[in-house]
């Protein structure tokens, strides 16, 4: 009962998310315009002000120099710490296992409208 409320729940969440995510987008295209032609950094109206804010993100551009730095200087800090588990049971199941990893059980529920 509580897993279909949550699940009809989020069936109504879903299109709101949806469409706050295309708002979003539209002002951010819309102001970088006028950012870019040099007029305004946001636009205010009687209850809300919109500003384009600049928010400086890491991103790798080349994977391999990124892995040879982690692994000479055992910065292993710049990484999440967390398997790829649907790639890892692939492997398991293709008697792969790899070194470092064992499989373990964990307690799940599974419930089943009769």
Do not use: C
Not at 45 to 72: C, H, L, S
Not at 94 to 112: C, F, N, R
């Amino acid at each position: 009962m509580t897993r279909q409320f949550r699940l009809a729940m989020e069936k109504v969440v879903e299109p709101v998310t949806e469409r706050e995510s295309e708002l979003r987008q539209h002002m951010i295209r819309n102001l970088e315009k006028s950012r870019d032609e040099g007029k305004d950094t946001g636009a205010a109206g009687q209850f809300y002000r919109v500003q384009i804010k600049d928010k400086e993100t890491p991103k790798v551009n080349n994977w391999q120099e990124f892995w040879d730095f982690i692994a000479v200087n055992k910065r292993f800090d710049l990484l999440q710490k967390r398997t790829s588990d649907k790639a890892i049971m692939d492997m398991v199941e293709a008697d792969q296992m790899p070194p470092g990893i064992e499989t373990v059980l964990i307690p799940d529920v599974s419930v089943t409208k009769v």
